[in-house]
């Protein structure tokens, strides 16, 4: 027969909860990466979720320039539109440009209508209860440039700021 002595049994139990503490230390740990990893990625902001107003990063590529084809520009009638219209319609005509020359052409039209080509541009991409949420702001020369690289008009104007002169200061936008 076996002679356990009350040091023996000590050592015993001291060891099974040693292995029974770092188990649950492992399991813990386990647990907690788990939790950072999901609370890390999962909880992103509805701004990331949106449409970005900045330019995405662009390799360069050499182009071959497409054949001229002379288009008219975007004729202005003081009298038939209202700014908010004559602004809409340059938009939508930067996003539809079948050229970049011709939409830098616009976008040096459109920005005739600004105090500066650092005015602000807002744009609302959450409205409940009176409360607007705002992406990041940009300026308008960013946004139109913006308009010309993506090739879509996704939001339309819902507030225009004018200064002393009668140039936009700033310029807040919601989605359509």
């Given at each position: 027969?076996?002679?356990?002595?009350?040091?023996?049994?000590?050592?015993?139990?001291?060891?099974?909860?040693?292995?029974?503490?770092?188990?649950?230390?492992?399991?813990?740990?386990?647990?907690?990466?788990?939790?950072?990893?999901?609370a890390?990625?999962?909880?992103?902001?509805?701004?990331?979720?949106?449409?970005?107003?900045?330019?995405?990063?662009?390799?360069?590529?050499?182009?071959?320039?497409?054949?001229?084809?002379?288009?008219?520009?975007?004729?202005?009638?003081?009298?038939?539109?209202?700014?908010?219209?004559?602004?809409?319609?340059?938009?939508?005509?930067?996003?539809?440009?079948?050229?970049?020359d011709?939409?830098?052409?616009?976008?040096?039209?459109?920005?005739?209508?600004?105090?500066s080509?650092?005015?602000?541009?807002?744009?609302v991409?959450?409205?409940?209860?009176?409360?607007?949420?705002?992406?990041?702001?940009?300026?308008?020369?960013?946004?139109l440039?913006y308009?010309?690289?993506?090739?879509?008009?996704?939001?339309?104007?819902?507030?225009?700021?004018?200064?002393?002169?009668?140039?936009?200061?700033?310029?807040?936008?919601?989605?359509?």
């Amino acid at each position: 027969m076996a002679h356990f002595s009350l040091w023996n049994i000590f050592e015993a139990i001291i060891t099974l909860t040693d292995k029974t503490m770092r188990m649950k230390l492992l399991n813990l740990s386990v647990v907690l990466i788990i939790c950072g990893f999901v609370a890390i990625n999962g909880c992103k902001s509805k701004k990331k979720v949106t449409a970005s107003t900045e330019k995405p990063p662009t390799e360069e590529v050499k182009e071959v320039p497409p054949p001229v084809v002379e288009e008219k520009p975007v004729e202005k009638k003081p009298a038939e539109l209202t700014l908010e219209a004559q602004l809409d319609k340059n938009f939508q005509a930067i996003a539809d440009a079948s050229s970049v020359d011709y939409a830098n052409r616009i976008i040096n039209e459109t920005q005739k209508f600004f105090a500066s080509p650092d005015a602000p541009v807002f744009i609302v991409f959450y409205r409940e209860n009176g409360v607007k949420d705002y992406d990041k702001p940009t300026t308008i020369v960013n946004y139109l440039n913006y308009l010309k690289d993506q090739k879509k008009n996704p939001n339309k104007i819902d507030k225009l700021i004018f200064n002393d002169q009668g140039k936009i200061e700033e310029i807040e936008l919601t989605s359509r």
